[in-house]
Nanobody, 115 residues
């Protein structure tokens, strides 16, 4: 059974930093793209960052230069480092992987950027 478990969210002041973690289990993930999405209240879920098996990354324009996605295939972990956080980054952040067996999501972790 595939499971994605996010952690690391919280309340942070504007300009602060957080590091989200996603622990994956139940399958082999190293060959697949893994991603972070977010969903703010009243808005659609949007792709924040993705990383291929080879380490190629892509980012939402509004987070380029501030967020960094990385992965540790040996540990089945994916990370999202977030710096210079802004109030508009407030959302629930979800870990995602698309496998041949389906699309999988974690339960989400809340990130709130507020003074």
């Amino acid at each position: 059974q595939v499971q994605l478990v996010e952690s690391g969210g919280g309340l942070v002041q504007p300009g602060g930093s957080l590091r989200l973690s996603c622990a994956a289990s139940g399958s082999t993930f190293s060959m697949y793209v893994m991603a972070w999405y977010r969903q703010a209240p009243g808005k659609q879920r949007e792709l924040v960052a993705r990383i291929t098996s080879g380490g190629t990354t892509n980012y939402l324009d509004s987070v380029k230069g501030r967020f960094t996605i990385s992965r540790d295939n040996a540990k089945n972990m994916v990370y999202l480092g977030m710096n210079s956080l802004k109030p508009e980054d407030t959302a629930v952040y979800y870990c995602n992987v698309d496998l041949p067996t389906g699309r999988y999501w974690g339960q989400g972790t809340q990130v709130t950027v507020s003074s």
